[in-house]
């Protein structure tokens, strides 16, 4: 069979197994939404498979090989395995299949202007920021975010424009099947080592994803990033840096925070300035996400009122520094997806500026191996809080291997002289915070997984 591409399948019936995960639910609605049947399987329903369900999806709640009947193709995450039922039953039957990151490239080469937001931190709050910029000037994109965004209704809004904007990301080396008129490039790190070897093999990956982009288009990278840098001197199109501290094609300089860490600066593109740009959401690094979606749209010709005025009144993606409310002792809860030694840094400095009387961190690790790899980091990366409980690891697509535990952690971080603890179970981490916590705490629950339910636990 030669190579299998979407344009070959319009109007007919694609079955997607993992239905329910971020991507694959956009990348379903898209599909709806330009008239294919669409049917797909997961383990749990939710949100996203019930907004599927609404607009015309056929939902199977499970996998077995009755679900894929009438599939003229299968779509399937990098999560599901060879010995998935759906799977096996497409192969005995000659159904053709591809990978997600296929899909989505391929959908990607039917825009003039497809945007790849790339780097290991970052993507989805500057996806958003471009997102609403790009939305509110007029441009109508089609939009694949990973997170949830309140201002499209979720994690993905259908266009009718040439303009498409999508995270582009590295593991598993997906972000390689992509087609980028627009690759950003935030920063390079080490994550995702069960798939990378190195952060040499990282960056190689980077540089590779960074020429697929046409002579005609654009790299965006930060010069405060030593590895983004480099990249930039190694790509064949035109590029565009930004920065706060190197010099850089677009500059932020004279930043200021107000009383809930939130950041004013002013925006120099060489010669020109822009003036001052405020944002809602707190942390310096969101000023880099911010330079990068100015930088973006500016390029597409986006009016700086514009950007200025959509980075004013944006409040952020679910789960990034999410404010979820008030305990009935008046601390407050905030949320937040870091799970890599860089992000959990930059969230603590976030919340340092945010106001509170002691900061309390409920972090759930997520994955066995970057919790192993990434050990010492992680033993460094909570200073500036005054509590720190750790939950059980969170497995994600691994198995437990026994040689690394969150008790392991805690031990660790407790030697360096911060108070840490080890708590297995939700319940008693919210009956221990709730018992223990003051008025004027900030309490965050932090990481990829499903932490996020002792926060809604403690404001009940």
């Known amino acids: ?67 894929i009947e009438g599939a003229d193709l299968v779509v399937y995450t ?17 159904i053709p299949c591809m990978d997600r990151a296929t899909l989505l490239g391929q959908i990607m080469e039917t825009f003039r202007f497809a945007i790849g937001v790339s780097g290991s ?22 939009i694949l975010v990973g997170g949830e965004l309140d201002e499209i209704g979720g994690n993905v809004r259908t266009g ?4 498409f904007i999508t995270e582009a990301c590295e593991y598993m080396d997906s972000f390689l099947k992509f087609h980028p008129y627009m690759a950003i490039i935030l920063n390079i790190d080490s994550d995702h080592l069960d798939y990378f070897k190195d952060i040499n093999q990282i960056y190689s990956s980077f540089v590779e994803y960074a020429k697929l982009v046409p002579a005609s288009g654009y790299v965006i990278g930060c010069s405060d990033d030593p590895l983004v840098a480099r990249l930039m001197n190694e790509v064949h199109c035109q590029t565009i840096s930004y920065g706060i501290n190197e010099p850089a094609d677009w500059m932020a300089k004279d930043i200021t925070y107000d009383s809930a860490g939130c950041a004013s600066f002013l925006v120099e593109n060489k010669t020109r300035i822009l003036g001052e740009f405020t944002l ?4 310096k690094h969101n000023v880099y996400n911010a330079l990068a979606s100015i930088a973006a749209c500016d390029t597409m010709g986006v009016p700086s009122e514009k950007i200025k005025d959509a980075l004013l009144h944006f409040g952020g993606t679910h789960r990034r520094f999410e404010v979820k409310g008030k305990t009935t002792n008046q601390a407050t809860i905030v949320d937040d997806y870091a799970h890599h030694p860089t992000e959990i840094k930059a969230t603590i400095t976030a919340a340092l500026n945010y106001p509170h009387k002691r900061i309390w961190c409920i972090y759930q690790p997520h994955t066995y191996t970057r919790t192993k790899k990434l050990f010492n980091e992680f033993t460094e990366a909570f200073d500036g809080v005054d509590f720190l409980i750790l939950a059980d690891i969170y497995a994600a697509r691994e198995k437990n291997t026994g040689d690394i535990s969150s008790g392991m952690l805690a031990d660790s971080i407790s030697k360096k002289g911060l108070e840490c603890m080890y708590m297995p179970e939700f319940d008693k981490i919210a009956d221990y915070v709730r018992s223990h916590s003051e008025p004027g705490d900030l309490i965050i629950t932090m990481g990829a997984g499903d932490i996020y339910k002792v926060g809604e636990a403690l404001l009940k």
């Open 1 to 67: 069979m030669g190579k299998v591409h979407i344009r070959d399948f319009a109007g007919k019936h694609v079955h997607f197994v993992g239905i329910g995960g971020i991507s694959m639910s956009g990348l379903a609605e898209i599909l709806l939404e330009k008239g294919y049947k669409v049917s797909g399987s997961d383990l749990q329903q939710s949100r996203l498979t019930k907004r599927l369900e609404n607009n015309g999806a056929i939902i199977y709640q499970g996998h077995s090989a009755r679900n």
């Open 78 to 94: 990098a999560a599901v395995k060879n010995d998935n039922p759906e799977l096996m039953e497409a192969a005995s039957r000659n």
């Open 121 to 142: 931190h970052g993507k989805t709050t500057t996806t958003s920021m471009l997102s609403i910029i790009m939305n509110q000037a007029g441009l109508d994109p089609t």
């Open 160 to 163: 009718h424009s040439e303009y």
């Open 280 to 283: 809602k959401i707190p942390g």
